[in-house]
């Protein structure tokens, strides 16, 4: 079956540009999360979306970054006024949904965010 | 967040077993031991999880010290397309009703042929 998608598979911006990057989870799947990936940093959560509901937002490094999610479905990530330590590989995962017991989390390919 | 401690890296011969070590001395009782890993220029994949039990699964086994403290991924024939990073992380079943996972550096593991 589909795993995870994440559209585009390369982006290369300018500085103080805008970008959108998308994310299609397994169809089913409640629960969706955004991480990204730096050299720096490693591999650190962004947020995750309940539904279209974001409990937990804790990651977000700054209020340029937004995320929606609409249907339950598809998710967005927007990264405004970009600057060149947003350079990274944005990683979506979704899972079955939350409850007391663990939910396998599937990882798409990622995003990878280049900008100059 | 309770932490893991693993090694940066190991190295192992195709064919043989590979036990990667992870320590979390300041685990909770209500943490599960995780393990995802990591393919080259992949995300990150599920590989095994436990909480004080061994387990066994088609990909691995992980085995858990009495004491929880520390536990071991071993894979039991290494191949090539195990390389990988592997990454230890715990998760507390019943106070993080999210999801959210916390990785640490994981242990990058090469496979020789």
């Known amino acids: 079956g589909a795993g995870v998608s994440q559209s585009p598979s390369n982006k290369v911006t300018e500085k103080g540009k805008d970008v959108e990057l998308r994310c299609d989870p397994i169809?089913?799947?409640?629960?969706l999360y955004w991480y990204r990936q730096s050299l720096g940093q490693g591999l650190e959560f962004l947020i995750y979306f309940q539904g279209n509901s974001a409990p937990d937002k804790s990651g977000l490094p700054s209020d340029r970054f937004s995320a929606e999610r609409t249907g339950g479905s598809v998710s967005t990530l927007t990264i405004q006024r970009t600057q060149q330590e947003d350079s990274a590989v944005y990683l979506c995962?979704?899972?079955?949904?939350?409850?007391?017991?663990?939910?396998?989390?599937?990882f798409g390919p990622g995003t990878r965010l280049t900008v100059l | 967040d309770a932490k893991t401690t693993q090694p940066n890296s190991m190295e192992s011969n195709e064919e043989e077993p590979v036990h990667l070590p992870c320590n979390h001395s300041t685990i909770s009782g209500t943490d599960y031991i995780h393990w995802y890993r990591q393919l080259p220029s992949q995300g990150p994949e599920y590989v095994i999880h436990g909480l004080t039990s061994n387990v066994n699964n088609r990909m691995a086994s992980l085995a858990i010290a009495e004491d929880r403290k520390s536990s071991t991924l071993i894979l039991h024939r290494a191949t090539l397309r195990d390389a990988a990073v592997y990454y230890c992380?715990?998760?507390?079943?019943?106070?993080?009703?999210?999801?959210?996972?916390?990785f640490g550096q994981g242990t990058e593991l090469s496979v020789k042929p």
């Open positions: 169809s089913g799947h409640t629960a």
């Open positions: 992380i715990l998760y507390d079943h019943f106070y993080n009703q999210g999801g959210k996972l916390i």
């Open positions: 995962a979704s899972s079955i949904g939350t409850s007391s017991s663990y939910n396998e989390q599937f």
